[in-house]
């Protein structure tokens, strides 16, 4: 379990992965002004948290675990350049908003529940170099707007 008292100290950087924790993540974590969070390889569970502020927030790495839902909002990230939440039951679409990211390198939303078609709108991530959407129900034809990367 990761304990609420975490709020209290002035971090910007939380690094847990691959440990056996469980449970829900304090939401009031995500009051904080990180700048980087990693949490894969655990049991946690609960929906994928969004953050109050989170323009110093450059890594968002909760790949697998049991987090559940819907794809966070995270339109407001724009520093983000490491968003991996593969191996989670993340269902719904590919939001809209994924291009506003224009700083993403790595997007990894592989081994999910997505579904419906790949924006159109991704192709204008320019800095992308890593991109992995394997194992979902993703349907369509990929956009050639990928071909601008």
Same mark, same amino acid.
């Given at each position: 379990?990761?304990?609420?008292?975490?709020?209290?100290?002035?971090? $910007? @950087? &939380?690094?847990? @992965?691959?440990?056996?924790?469980?449970? $829900?993540?304090?939401?009031?974590?995500?009051?904080?002004?990180?700048?980087?969070?990693?949490?894969? %390889?655990?049991?946690?569970?609960?929906?994928?948290?969004?953050?109050?502020?989170?323009?110093?927030?450059?890594? @968002? &790495? +909760? @790949? =697998?675990?049991?987090? %559940? !839902?819907?794809?966070?909002?995270?339109?407001?990230?724009?520093?983000?350049?490491?968003?991996?939440?593969?191996?989670?039951?993340?269902? !719904?679409?590919?939001?809209?908003?994924?291009?506003? +990211?224009?700083?993403?390198?790595?997007?990894?939303?592989?081994?999910?529940?997505? =579904? !419906?078609? &790949?924006?159109?709108?991704?192709?204008?991530?320019?800095? +992308?170099?890593? +991109? $992995?959407?394997?194992?979902?129900?993703?349907? !369509?034809? &990929?956009?050639?707007?990928?071909?601008?990367?």
């Amino acid at each position: 379990t990761i304990p609420a008292f975490l709020c209290s100290l002035p971090l $910007t @950087y &939380i690094r847990l @992965y691959d440990n056996k924790l469980q449970g $829900t993540l304090p939401p009031c974590l995500f009051t904080l002004p990180l700048t980087f969070i990693n949490v894969a %390889e655990n049991n946690l569970t609960g929906t994928l948290p969004t953050f109050a502020s989170c323009n110093a927030l450059t890594s @968002y &790495i +909760l @790949y =697998t675990n049991n987090f %559940e !839902g819907a794809f966070p909002d995270l339109s407001n990230c724009i520093n983000l350049n490491t968003l991996s939440i593969s191996s989670n039951r993340i269902g !719904g679409s590919i939001p809209a908003w994924i291009h506003k +990211l224009t700083q993403l390198r790595s997007l990894s939303i592989g081994s999910m529940l997505l =579904t !419906g078609t &790949i924006p159109n709108t991704i192709g204008t991530l320019t800095k +992308l170099s890593v +991109l $992995t959407m394997n194992y979902n129900q993703l349907s !369509g034809t &990929i956009p050639a707007s990928l071909a601008n990367l």
